[in-house]
């Protein structure tokens, strides 16, 4: 494949090399034995020590700005709707940033957090936030989904789908032109804002009722995301070429039996909310410009791969770029400066977003 709708893949990996072997049994999660109670325990101790390594991570190096402004956004989707119930934080560009060309509004970029679907704040992807301000003038949301054990699946989809209805609904608040709505997370974000997508193309297949007009997303830029759930962690764990290097094992049980709850079998897990990797090809052919930046010691390196090959495959413009030599949210590495590849990174995406509405071949 070349050309515009080609995979570029920054490194030496093969996509053929990525297929993770056939495996004969389910895994058994022992985190799924572990009382509610005791997982929430689990999950906010790891909370308390995010939110403690993301503040000093965010106050050395260069510092990463504060939020312009925090807003709450409502519930509407599934189960525990309610007024106000998400928090959504907000960076607007600075009158120096690059202004806006033609109508004189601003790309809106709604980015949604890491975490593994059970920790992670807004404000963790500050300094990405504060990249896209400076680098594309662009008005950033970064929304406060609610987190597992407490709020499993599917409802982080939800919020993030209410979210992103929400935001494009204050457009003229925030100077937006909604036909510049960019998505953008990072791991369980990642997966967020592709399940947000599919969710805003087919709502009546989850019952969900979502008002006129549907938002429209301009792209989607990925960052080493979580996208085929049906795929067991050790299989993943063995397909990647340093599993020492990936998330180790009582961490992903942790995750895996928070978020998903009533555990269910990997078959039984192809619900694209869930798995958005696995949405049909005629969903694929309906997808924006996607770019994709992934971590080669990552276990998740070879959904990525593969996805970006479907998306290729089906004549839609598609970006990867592999970090090489990088684990798994190689670019929060708390509580420390972030490595100076991250600065790279982040421009080069930047640079992919502003050619998906210039029309330059990425």
Not at 42 to 59: D, E, K, P
Not at 267 to 287: F, H, K, T, V, Y
Request: proline letters at 9%; a negative charge; one cysteine or more.
């Amino acid at each position: 494949m070349t050309g515009k709708n080609a995979v570029h893949v920054s490194s030496s990996i093969a996509m053929d090399e990525m297929e993770p072997a056939p495996v004969e049994a389910d895994y058994v999660n022992p985190a799924e034995r572990t009382p509610r109670w005791l997982l929430t325990a689990h999950a906010y101790a790891l909370r308390l020590g995010a939110t403690l390594g993301f503040h000093l991570g965010n106050s050395s190096g260069q510092h990463a700005p504060s939020p312009t402004e925090t807003i709450w956004l409502d519930s509407t989707l599934g189960e525990y709707q309610g007024k106000e119930k998400i928090s959504v934080n907000v960076w607007k560009p600075s009158r120096d940033d690059p202004a806006p060309a033609g109508s004189g509004k601003r790309t809106a970029v709604i980015n949604l957090h890491g975490g593994g679907f059970i920790l992670g704040k807004g404000t963790d992807d500050a300094r990405w936030a504060d990249s896209l301000t400076t680098g594309l003038g662009a008005v950033v949301f970064s929304v406060n989904y609610r987190l597992a054990p407490g709020y499993p699946f599917p409802k982080a989809v939800e919020d993030c789908v209410d979210s992103i209805i929400q935001i494009c609904n204050l457009a003229d608040k925030y100077n937006i032109d909604t036909s510049r709505i960019i998505l953008s997370g990072f791991s369980a974000g990642g997966t967020l804002a592709t399940s947000s997508w599919i969710v805003l193309q087919d709502p009546a297949r989850w019952n969900y009722e979502i008002p006129s007009p549907i938002p429209h997303i301009a792209g989607l830029a990925l960052y080493y995301p979580l996208l085929d759930w049906t795929v067991d962690r050790p299989q993943k764990r063995k397909a990647s070429k340093a599993p020492d290097m990936t998330l180790p094992s009582g961490l992903t049980d942790l995750i895996d039996a928070s978020y998903l709850h009533p555990p269910r079998p990997r078959r039984e897990r192809d619900d694209i909310r869930l798995s958005p990797g696995l949405m049909p090809d005629e969903m694929i052919r309906l997808l924006p410009p996607v770019h994709l930046c992934l971590c080669e010691h990552d276990m998740l390196l070879a959904e990525g791969l593969i996805f970006a090959e479907r998306i290729g495959d089906q004549g839609k413009p598609v970006t990867v770029r592999v970090v090489e030599g990088a684990k798994h949210a190689w670019d929060k590495p708390l509580p420390l400066s972030p490595k100076d590849t991250v600065a790279v990174e982040y421009k080069e995406t930047i640079e992919i977003l502003k050619s998906w509405f210039d029309g330059t071949p990425s």
